[in-house]
C-alpha cells in the first residue's frame, strides 16, 4: 500500500508557477502510475496529468498541456508537477493518486491511492 502526501500549494498570481510535490511513502511506488487530479468548489474532480510506472510517458489533460509538466523520481519516491503560466481557472484542490494502471489512464476509479489535497489558487 503506498501513502501519499502533496505539498507546495498556494496563492499565485496569474501567469505565476507553483511547483506542488507529492511524498509516496511504500515499497511499491516505482510499480505505480501516478497522477495528479483537481477539483474546483462545485465542480468534479478531473484529471489533470499522468506518468506510467516507468517514467517513459506521460499524459495531460488539454487545458495544461504546454504549462504542466509531471515528473518523478522514483529513488525519492516523489512525484513532481511543475505548473507554469498559471491562470484563475487553474484554482482548485490538486491531489495526487497511485494506481496500478495500465500505461497512462485517466480514469480515477482506476486509482487505489490519493493524497489529501493541496490548495492552489491563482489571482487575476
Known amino acids: 500500500q503506498v501513502q501519499l502526501v502533496e505539498s507546495g500549494g498556494g496563492l499565485v498570481q496569474a501567469g505565476g508557477s507553483l511547483r506542488l510535490s507529492c511524498a509516496a511513502s511504500?515499497?511499491?511506488?516505482?510499480?505505480?502510475?501516478m497522477a495528479w487530479f483537481r477539483q474546483a468548489p462545485g465542480k468534479e474532480g478531473v484529471f489533470v496529468a499522468v506518468m506510467n510506472s516507468s517514467g517513459r510517458n506521460t499524459y495531460y489533460a488539454d487545458f495544461v498541456k504546454g504549462r504542466f509538466n509531471i515528473s518523478r523520481d522514483n529513488a525519492k519516491n516523489t512525484v513532481t508537477l511543475q505548473m507554469n503560466s498559471l491562470k484563475p481557472e487553474d484554482s482548485a484542490i490538486y491531489y495526487c493518486?497511485?494506481?496500478?494502471?495500465?500505461?497512462?489512464?485517466?480514469?480515477?476509479?482506476?486509482?487505489?491511492?490519493w493524497g489529501q489535497g493541496t490548495q492552489v489558487a491563482v489571482s487575476s
Open positions: 493518486a497511485a494506481g496500478r494502471v495500465p500505461g497512462t489512464s485517466v480514469v480515477r476509479a482506476l486509482y487505489h491511492c
Open positions: 511504500g515499497r511499491t511506488f516505482s510499480g505505480n502510475a
